[in-house]
């Protein structure tokens, strides 16, 4: 083996585009620009969306504007004040809550907030419960479980 033979694998090299080189180089005349217009010119770079001077439909659009998380964790939302349909002792479990229609689906976490009041006792297992719904519930005599 000698350096001297080295040389990368087939297909590994290209040709650097040779634009406006004449017509033997595959991309003369026009230079892959096509046929006059804006476009064609020296500096006729125009950014993204430009619509010639018409206001572009983004600017007519301002709703779709914006970024959009999509790692957003998502949140069945239960009030406080909803969970005195059980009976007292009763193990709250997202399960029981779809049964009992305060969630549509268990295919997001249920997270409990401190609206309302609660007048019972109730062992509260949700995946998220706010400070002030922990309290609400702590203080009726029940227990919270985040799972």
């Not at 040389?7 to 595959?26: E, F, I, L, T």
């Not at 609660?118 to 029940?142: C, F, Q």
């Amino acid at each position: 083996m000698d350096q001297s033979n080295l040389k990368p694998p087939a297909g590994a090299k290209h040709r650097k585009k040779r634009v406006g080189c004449g017509d033997g180089s595959g991309h003369g005349t026009y230079s892959t620009r096509g046929c006059k217009g804006q476009k064609s010119r020296a500096s006729g770079n125009v950014r993204r969306g430009f619509e010639g001077g018409q206001l572009p439909l983004i600017k007519k659009l301002p709703h779709v504007r914006g970024f959009t998380n999509v790692r957003k964790a998502h949140f069945h939302i239960v009030k406080v004040g909803d969970l005195n349909i059980f009976e007292a002792n009763t193990e709250v479990s997202p399960e029981l809550l779809l049964e009992k229609g305060l969630v549509k689906c268990t295919c997001y976490p249920v997270k409990i907030l401190g609206d309302g009041e609660l007048d019972r006792a109730l062992t509260v297992k949700a995946g998220k419960v706010s400070a002030s719904a922990k309290s609400k519930i702590e203080a009726a005599g029940g227990k919270v479980e985040e799972i």
